[in-house]
């Protein structure tokens, strides 16, 4: 999104050359650059205790996707993880970690990739989703969209089986 008025006091920005950031939207009024702004978003890989992947799927996207969400002012992607999980799935999602970010293309969103595991227990789709279910990883890849860049690229970060054993066993408690 790139302002054409400064959000905090209505006035029409003005171009302005700032350092290496090159051109600016600038209010003259509050001496402030307001920079081009995008949303931030979770994408959420959790194994079970078997190792395989909670999977869902969505009316208006087609294949299989991931639990995920927009990141709230004030949360962590790591809260926003557990967060998700929850209200998507009912489940709890512990050691979580960030395993790289995404820029996803299709939507204009930062993804931040997070990878960690849940216990036993069956997935219970929230009204906006159509199903939750684990499934192996080298199952589920072939079924995602290649639109879904963020899911895929989440996937590949995750072959390591090493990765996978780690996270499961629960060594590092990054979530509580
Ligand atoms: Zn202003």
Redesign the pocket.
Known sequence: MTFSY?P??G?RLVSRTLGQEGEVPF?S??Q?PWFRMFPSAVCVLALNPSGEGLFVTQRRIPGLCLVSGFIAPGETAEETAVREVREETGLTFLNGRLLATHWYRRDGVLMHLILGRVDEGRPVPSEELTEAFFLPLKEAAPRVDPSSTGVLALLELTEKQALQDEIISGKIEMNK
């Open positions: 400064c905090r006091c006035a209010c009024g509050c402030k």
